[in-house]
């Protein structure tokens, strides 16, 4: 037996929404109680293994020195999102239900939620054991649980990093609670491709959701020349670009965020395009009406000459 059979299932369960949230598929519905109160809530997302954790903890760090209250919700099984900001992998979320035989009212904050860098909130949402449950079950439940805490009143950014390109009503779920969407890519052809079907998910979400497109975060990538054709011709924009620098992947290897590393030149740089993220991200960004492509004229346009 799942350690998700004893989940109760008012809370998550796949049901068909009148108006379709979705056209021919199942979608999960959250509580329609849980709102985010005053907090400015981004969701991020693109290619599996494009950098989502360490651009969302860095722009979480970044967030924190502007002087702002942040929550960062690891949306993934893997559960690392937050590590650089806590230095370890913390119990997830379904760890800390599981504890209770889920009964989450026994639960308390510090149980699920664990302080990082500079004051930084860190939750990871986990996930169901692979293959059984559903991932929006989990994510329901975890903004439940901070509701319930009174953790969202005090918050000013709420930020969902979420697995990979997963698309689906589960993963998506973040999206009924963002302000705002961001996608994280390089300039590459899967990454593109990614983006544009994860822009295709937040267009289908915007019909019934308030979450709309905030722009792109180019990562790992010397050039945006292909990133900044796509947008152009689909309507997305470029908010920040962060090259594959080894500072970065030093950073993660020795478990913080950038704003711990030793001081150089070149870490200034990437540090301030972090902070100027987050000021830009705060002052508020227009949604954008993108139009995403058709798999195949989208594989015809970033085709070879």
């Known amino acids: 037996m799942s350690p998700l059979d004893n989940i109760p299932v008012s809370i998550g369960t796949p049901a068909i929404h009148a108006p379709p949230d979705g056209e021919g598929s199942l979608q999960v519905h959250l509580d329609a109680d849980i709102t985010?109160?005053?907090?400015?809530?981004?969701?991020?997302?693109?290619?599996?293994?494009?950098?989502?954790?360490?651009?969302s903890s860095n722009l979480s760090a970044a967030f924190s020195k502007l002087g702002k209250r942040v929550i960062q919700i690891g949306c993934d099984p893997k559960h690392d999102s937050t590590f650089t900001l806590t230095k370890s992998l913390?119990?997830?979320?379904?760890?800390?239900?599981?504890?209770v035989d889920f009964h989450p009212e026994e639960l308390r904050v510090e149980d699920f939620v664990y302080e990082g860098y500079n004051g930084v909130m860190c939750v990871e949402a986990g996930g169901p054991p692979a293959g059984t449950g559903c991932g929006g079950y989990v994510v329901g439940q975890t903004v439940k649980l901070l509701k319930q805490h009174h953790l969202l009143e005090d918050a000013d950014v709420v930020l969902f990093d979420v697995l990979g390109d997963v698309v689906c009503g589960g993963f998506a779920s973040p999206l009924q609670h963002a302000e705002r969407a961001l996608v994280v890519t390089a300039n590459d052809f899967d990454s593109i491709f990614a983006m544009n079907r994860i822009a295709s998910a937040i267009l289908a979400k915007s019909k019934n959701y308030g979450v709309r497109l905030g722009?792109?975060?180019?990562?790992r990538s010397a050039d945006t020349d292909e990133i900044d054709r796509f947008n152009a011709e689909v309507g997305m924009r470029r908010l920040a670009h962060?090259?594959?620098?080894?500072i970065i992947r030093r950073s993660r290897l020795k478990k913080c965020t950038l704003f711990e590393m030793p001081p150089s030149?070149?870490?200034e740089r990437v540090q301030q395009e972090y902070l100027d993220l987050a000021a830009a991200l705060w002052a508020g960004t227009d949604p954008l009406p993108v139009q995403p492509m058709k798999d195949r004229d989208l594989f015809d346009f970033l085709g070879f000459d």
Do not use: C, H, R, W
């Open 36 to 55: 985010m109160d005053q907090a400015k809530v981004f969701a991020i997302y693109g290619k599996g293994g494009i950098g989502k954790s360490t651009t």
């Open 90 to 99: 913390v119990p997830t979320v379904i760890d800390a239900l599981e504890s």
């Open 215 to 219: 722009g792109v975060i180019a990562n």
């Open 242 to 246: 962060f090259p594959d620098l080894d």
């Open 265 to 267: 030149p070149e870490l």
